[in-house]
């Protein structure tokens, strides 16, 4: 079985410029995250979809970042304009029901804002 | 809002001692528990996982305890090995709440 896949791993951008991430969850998984993890830090929730649709966006910094889910399978997450701050490992998740159940991860995307 | 809590970021053990990591969370609603362990460059695996309803759940080394009047969980390996050196998150969910991670504990085993 595949698992979830990542790209790029990693990205080192300006501040003020923009970047997109791709996940490819596994397949028949219908939940997809994506995760923000700052160094020393867990994993936090940016989003949530439940097939194509969002189920939790609250922590999601929707001046600056977007997330879409086309067709309930891959997803892009973009940051636009990137922040200091916004450096990062990035990581996809999938699972096969939203609640109560673990989680499979990517290897994330490490992004770099200078 | 620190909701699960991990307050030790490292841990060193000898090889086929005993390692336990412990977990606090404060949300009373968290009816789910999940421990994820993590190599360096690569994303959490999951490890091993307890519902409230129980106090214990054992997978071969490995053993989740559960104490919800005190709101704690903790891992135990046992024995530990070399290759059981990893960052181990603990997180929560349950009660609508999307599941929080705590901060990570960072497990030496020595040989």
């Known amino acids: 079985e595949a698992g979830v896949a990542q790209s790029p791993r990693y990205k080192i951008i300006e501040k003020r410029q923009s970047v997109a991430f791709w996940c490819n969850p596994i397949s028949g998984h219908a939940t997809l995250y994506w995760y923000q993890q700052i160094l020393g830090q867990g994993p936090k929730l940016l989003i949530q979809?439940?097939?194509?649709?969002?189920?939790?966006d609250s922590q999601l910094p929707k001046d600056r970042f977007s997330a879409e889910r086309l067709k309930g399978v891959d997803s892009t997450l973009k940051i636009q304009p990137a922040k200091l701050e916004d450096s990062a490992v990035y990581l996809c998740?999938?699972?096969?029901?939203?609640?109560?159940?673990?989680?499979?991860f990517g290897q994330g995307t490490r992004l770099t804002v200078v | 809002d620190q909701q699960v809590k991990q307050n030790s970021p490292s841990l060193s053990v000898q090889e086929g001692r005993i390692s336990i990591l412990n977990c606090d969370y404060t949300?009373?609603?968290?009816?789910?528990f999940l421990w994820y362990k993590k190599y360096p460059a690569e994303g959490p695996t999951f490890l091993i996982s307890i519902s409230s309803i129980k106090d214990k759940n054992e997978d071969g080394r490995f053993t989740v305890f559960l104490n919800k009047s005190a709101k704690h969980l903790s891992l135990h390996i046992v024995p530990s090995q070399p290759g059981d050196s990893a960052v181990y998150f603990c997180a929560a969910a349950g009660g609508g709440f999307k599941t929080i991670f705590g901060a990570g504990t960072r497990l030496f085993v020595k040989a």
């Open positions: 979809f439940q097939n194509n649709g969002v189920v939790d």
């Open positions: 949300n009373s609603m968290f009816d789910y």
């Open positions: 998740a999938s699972s096969l029901v939203p609640l109560n159940t673990e989680a499979f």
